[in-house]
């Protein structure tokens, strides 16, 4: 297992202005490093090489929320959070929005305007990294769920008292789970919870060692029940204490106190 070895200043910090105190940056005894404030990614393979290719990296894109967001959400986005025992009240404490006018998307070479989205954003020291926005519209060839930002490589922890989207250390157990919605219902059930946005533990092996939580959880939705048992190999094989959780319903799915028995 690759082992931390020190803290050093980012290159894409540095280049934004950021990273004053020069420890943004962790650099592990494979060569990797990855950075917790704008998730700069060094691979372990060619370390020379790829250090040298993206000690300068470009700026992250900036994003932006469709300029009518707000918190006015419709009876329908209400009525779907309420499947999941989740109120106005804890939608406003996580800062979820709505938006009518949405946004424009590609689909296999078709425009589209997304209107009547729910918007999950993913915020650091107030920067806007992404967001996730749930279609509430009827268009079939829209996606449930649009994206905007890097959001695979955004650590959005949900925790059991406040979201944190940032480097969390010394903490006992997190749980892994698909989407935001899943990581909202286990903070309520008392629970750390990090959403993966469909992105496979191998390509967040960094991160978590960074996070360094004891032990981590896989808990994916129902049908992926072969691709936990996998996934919590590939934990195991890079030294994590792991355990998987194999369900008959998605996380989010679930009653509170059925939760806290699974978990």
């Known amino acids: 297992m690759s082992k931390h070895i020190k803290n050093e200043a980012c290159p894409r910090c540095r280049a934004d202005g950021h990273d004053k105190s020069g420890d943004n940056l962790s650099r592990y005894s494979d060569g990797s490093a990855w950075c917790f404030k704008c ?40 009525a779907w959070m309420d499947k999941y025992n989740i109120s106005k009240d804890i939608m406003l404490k996580h800062g979820i929005l709505f938006s009518g006018e949405g946004v424009n998307i590609n689909v296999k070479g078709e425009k589209y305007r997304a209107q009547d989205l729910l918007l999950f954003p993913f915020w650091v020291d107030g920067v806007l990294l992404g967001w996730q926005g749930r279609y509430f519209g009827n268009v079939g060839n829209i996606p449930k769920w649009i994206s905007r930002g890097d959001v695979k490589s955004i650590v959005h922890i949900v925790k059991k008292r406040e979201t944190v989207t940032a480097n969390i250390k010394n903490n006992t157990q997190l749980i892994l789970v698909e989407d935001i919605v899943s990581a909202i219902k286990l903070s309520m059930a008392g629970f750390d919870a990090m959403p993966l946005f469909g992105v496979d533990v191998k390509g967040r092996i960094a991160q978590f060692r960074v996070l360094s939580y004891l032990e981590y959880v896989i808990f994916l939705d129902a049908d992926m029940h072969k691709h936990s048992v996998k996934e919590s190999n590939t934990m195991r094989l890079n030294g994590f204490k792991t355990h998987v959780v194999l369900s008959e319903k998605d996380p989010k799915e679930y009653k509170l106190i059925e939760l806290k028995g699974i978990l």
Request: with cysteine; net charge neutral; charged share 20%.
């Open 39 to 78: 998730h700069y990614y060094i691979m372990p393979d060619n370390i020379i090489s790829n250090y040298i290719m993206n000690k300068t990296p470009k700026p992250l894109p900036k994003v932006l929320l469709p300029s009518d967001a707000g918190v006015d959400y419709p009876d329908k986005c209400l």
